[in-house]
T-cell receptor, first 113, second 113 residues
């Protein structure tokens, strides 16, 4: 059974800092990995999608990497801003026989002005 | 381009009542799914559909029914609401179950009293 873990559960940083959020998964047989952002009381906004054949994806100040063999992904946020404060969720599209995303429990990020 | 639309946004039910959560997408996505999000539990898959007329159970299907008569719509029915079904429900769609990224609706916050 695929399990996805995100560390740390919460992170507080000063504005302008570069930061890394971590995601690990137990089964390397995945289709893809997706990073989402969730603001309080809101839905999920897709940030980056990495297919299993890719190593990284970039969008603006965000860069996500994928290492299938080690079961890890990182989300790098450059020059953080208070508007980046949200919960970041990692989700894995698993090949394990069921067609679903398996989610981590998220990292709650606070960027202080 | 509306994406994934969920209605209602908020609902309060009494124990034993039934209701249908609506989900519609306008992206011609084949794959649709329902998740519930609970504090400390992350997002868990309830039911999913890989195309019109095809549905299957996810991780937590008990107490819920689905049908998929059209590509666009994927309603979730609560048969006899229980307090344990108090949660935030998200509908998601994807071009396919394996290749595309997922688009989520804004959620339905359901309280069962």
């Amino acid at each position: 059974k695929q399990e996805v873990t995100q560390i740390p559960a919460a992170l507080s940083v000063p504005e302008g800092e570069n930061l890394v959020l971590n995601c690990s998964f137990t089964d390397s047989a995945i289709y893809n990995l997706q990073w989402f952002r969730q603001d309080p009381g809101k839905g999920l906004t897709s940030l980056l999608l990495i297919q299993s054949s890719q190593r990284e994806q970039t969008s603006g100040r965000l860069n996500a990497s994928l290492d299938k063999s080690s079961g890890r992904s990182t989300l790098y946020i450059a020059a953080s801003q208070p508007g980046d404060s949200a919960t970041y969720l990692c989700a894995v599209g698993s090949q394990g026989g069921s067609e679903k995303l398996v989610f981590g429990k998220g990292t709650k990020l606070t960027v202080n002005p | 381009n509306a994406g994934v639309t969920q209605t209602p946004k908020f609902q309060v039910l009494k124990t034993g009542q039934s209701m249908t959560l609506q989900c519609a997408q306008d992206m011609n996505h084949e794959y649709m799914s329902w998740y519930r999000q609970d504090p400390g539990m992350g997002l868990r898959l309830i039911h999913y559909s890989v195309g019109a007329g095809i549905t299957d159970q996810g991780e937590v299907p008990n107490g819920y029914n689905v049908s998929r008569s059209t590509t666009e719509d994927f309603p979730l029915r609560l048969l006899s609401a229980a307090p344990s079904q108090t949660s935030v429900y998200f509908c998601a769609s994807s071009r396919t179950s394996t290749a595309g990224g997922y688009t989520f609706g804004s959620g339905t916050r359901l309280t069962v009293v």
